[in-house]
């Protein structure tokens, strides 16, 4: 292949339009005043940059929307196995509000699949481009993001929803535009209405995190640190991809039949995430192990590194979700895409609402914006809204969004293999909203019930079970 040949260039010239994008999005952001109200991060603002600029011909024939599609892929795994690799600071209070608090977050999820399943169950009677699961895109691209949405999507495709990836990118962008916007709104009505009087005032004070550790490898020797980290991300990655292979490659001797092909095989390869997840703390265990034994004398896991490595492959992947959007599908679905993020927001803020006034009596509008912010757009996007009313995160609110996410993976894994059963039809999409209600059902007792037990003397007493917030 001749250097002067494009596809020799493709991969560096389509990142490099991702990461101007990013440059030109976070300049938009800080100098023109609407957009630095707004809240939206600069990754979203360089995406909707590229998508405007598509309405260009001559540019949407240049912008690889296949290609964006896979760096959006890519990057939901490698940050989820970045985030799993790091070595765990923060620790529960012991109050039970951060399972809680992981319940609260799928019960979501769940309300939004139930609203949204139900929405195209009924459409797809008359929609022939839509499929009755399509309506599961809602927590997965609101809740999710791009990723997840781009994943299940794809499958959704293969089972009959037209540009199925693009619906739920699109999905994913709305979700973003309705933190921003809706979460701004409502804070600009709290404070209008005085209530937030509670809230310490001040200007924000930066985190600062700790780039180096007594026992960490050398910033630079033989091998760079930062060299050391992306390898290790990597590598965890790269077993996932032989893991994901190895069971195709059974699949495609066709023990399995009809299922090992059209329902499993999409199913693994839209889960590289979890997989690469559970390599993750797979190799982060037999770090720990070899340390404790002193086979290896040094930290090679630098948290630091590996917080820069999962925020830029999540730039990335926003980046490149919004980018790999095809207008066409908004063309044909615009109704029911219309209906899923109006219903969609309203039902996760009045969900949200009703919950945080009882499960946060002393910080409940700070856990809503929090929330909310997170379930329609990102984590990052919740702390963004977080910070303009609690500047220096004196409440437990930051630290529930963090720690939710352990028991809210356990909790949300029988909705992530419902959204993979419900692409097989009209009666697999009524069983999966049956079985949504039922989950949401049993979150619910998880959030409100207090559970009781007898002390050692006889005298019953509470657990705490986190209703009191602690300032």
């Not at 600062?208 to 091998?223: C, K, T, Y």
Request: net charge positive.
């Amino acid at each position: 292949m001749s250097t002067w040949d494009y596809s020799f260039w493709s991969a560096l010239v389509q990142i490099s339009i991702l990461l101007v994008a990013a440059l030109i999005g976070n300049t938009v952001r800080r100098l023109v005043p609407f957009v630095r109200k707004s809240l939206l991060p600069s990754a979203v603002v360089g995406g909707l940059i590229i998508l405007i600029f598509k309405f260009i011909p001559a540019v949407n024939k240049f912008i690889d929307a296949n290609f964006m599609e896979g760096i959006a892929y890519h990057c939901l795994a490698l940050g989820f196995i970045a985030i799993a690799l790091k070595n765990n600071v923060n620790k529960s209070d012991g109050t039970g509000i951060v399972v809680k608090t992981g319940a609260v977050v799928v019960g979501t999820y769940l309300i939004q699949g139930i609203v949204g399943i139900t929405i195209t169950i009924l459409l797809s009677l008359a929609i022939k481009e839509l499929i009755p699961a399509a309506g599961l895109l809602l927590p997965l691209g609101f809740g999710q993001g791009p990723g997840q949405a781009l994943n299940f999507g794809s499958t959704y495709e293969l089972n009959g929803l037209y540009g199925g990836r693009s619906f739920g990118l699109t999905i994913a962008t709305v979700g973003f535009l309705v933190a921003c916007i809706v979460g701004v709104i409502y804070l600009n009505i709290l404070k209008h209405k005085n209530r937030l009087l509670d809230v310490n005032k001040g200007e924000f004070t930066e985190i600062v995190e700790q780039a180096d550790a007594p026992n960490d490898i050398p910033l630079s020797d033989s091998i760079d640190k930062f060299t050391v980290q992306v390898g290790i991300v990597l590598g965890t990655y790269l077993l996932t991809y032989l893991l994901m292979w190895g069971v195709t490659a059974i699949i495609d001797t066709g023990i399995l039949g009809n299922f090992g092909e059209n329902t499993l095989k999409p199913l693994i390869w839209g889960f590289n995430f979890l997989f690469g997840t559970l390599f993750a703390l797979l190799v982060k265990k037999i770090i720990q192990l070899l340390r404790k034994c002193n086979a290896m004398k040094r930290d090679y896991v630098n948290n630091y590194m590996m917080n820069r490595i999962s925020g830029f492959v999540f730039d990335m992947m926003i980046l490149a979700g919004i980018s790999a959007i095809q207008f066409e599908v908004i063309q044909k679905l615009w109704l029911p895409l219309l209906l899923l993020c109006v219903f969609g927001t309203a039902v996760t803020f009045v969900y949200l609402d009703f919950v945080c006034k009882r499960l946060y009596p002393t910080y409940r509008y700070q856990a809503m914006v929090s929330l909310f912010g997170m379930l329609t757009g990102t984590a990052s996007t919740g702390m963004i809204l977080l910070r303009e009313i609690d500047p220096k995160f004196q409440t437990p609110a930051a630290n529930n969004l963090i720690m939710q996410s352990v028991p809210a993976m356990a909790f949300g894994f029988p909705m992530l293999l419902l959204a993979g059963y419900a692409a097989g039809g009209m009666t697999a999409s009524i069983i999966t909203l049956a079985a949504c209600i039922g989950l949401f059902a049993v979150m619910n007792v998880i959030v409100f019930v207090k559970f009781k037990r007898k002390k050692k003397t006889g005298i019953g007493s509470d657990l705490s079970d986190g209703n009191q917030g602690e300032q």
